[in-house]
């Protein structure tokens, strides 16, 4: 079958670098994407990642280790906005994606 | 500016009745996508479409159904609504893998739906 696992909660205050972690069990992967969704709002994709390493966009950054099963995603100089929820998703042969459940990540002043 | 719209932000059904969600976007993608969301579960996929008339299910598709007559509409139909159908309907779209970045979805804002 497939599976993701991520953290369901973090907290992390303003100005503070967080990592959230999701680790992956599929057949026929292609890469891991995250995405972000403020309460009451549609989900917005973030970042993709079908090689091995680290791929920066601005404040965030995302890694995959495809040998490990394993990504994550890293926000760094954490802005009150950045409080919502975050998805990683694995893509794989069929056009389709396969969402984990979400964390919850809350930035405090 | 992509857009893909759903017909109701907010919607209140009776038990038993035949519900319609209607999706439709603007980007002239190729995939179309069902999804569920419950607290503590994620995004759930119901139904996807790669092509007009074309549909596949998803990971949870019992109790419903879905419709594909044109490329930018792909409607989610619920045949008698239940009252465990009650959650957030949300649609994406995105290009066909091989025509474009699939992995991308683009999302609907979402329908809430009750079911009483």
């Known amino acids: 079958g497939q599976s993701l696992e991520q953290p369901s909660e973090v907290t992390a205050v303003e100005g503070a670098i967080v990592q959230i972690n999701c680790t992956y069990q599929t057949s026929g992967f292609y890469g891991l994407s995250w995405y972000q969704q403020h309460d009451g709002g549609a989900p917005t994709f973030l970042s993709y990642n079908a090689l091995d390493g680290l791929e920066e966009t601005g404040r965030f950054s995302s890694f995959l280790s495809r040998s490990d099963s394993y990504g994550y995603l890293l926000l760094q100089e954490l802005q009150m906005k950045d409080s919502a929820s975050y998805f990683c998703a694995v893509g794989g042969a069929t056009n389709k994606l396969i969402f984990g459940t979400g964390t919850l990540l809350a930035v405090q002043p | 500016d992509v857009k893909v719209t759903q017909s109701s932000r907010y919607l209140v059904k009776r038990t038993g009745e035949k519900v319609f969600l209607e999706c439709v976007q603007d980007m002239d993608h190729e995939n179309m996508f069902w999804y569920r969301q419950d607290p503590g579960l994620g995004l759930r996929l119901i139904y996807f479409?790669?092509?007009?008339?074309?549909?596949e299910k998803g990971d949870i598709p019992e109790g419903y159904s879905v419709s594909r007559e044109k490329k930018e509409r792909f409607s989610l139909i619920l045949e008698s609504a239940s009252t465990n159908q009650t959650s957030m309907y949300l649609c994406?779209?995105?290009?066909?893998?091989?025509?474009?970045?699939?992995?991308?979805?683009?999302f609907g804002p979402g329908t809430r739906l009750t079911v009483t």
């Open positions: 994406a779209s995105s290009f066909r893998e091989g025509a474009g970045v699939y992995y991308e979805q683009y």
């Open positions: 479409s790669y092509d007009v008339k074309m549909k």
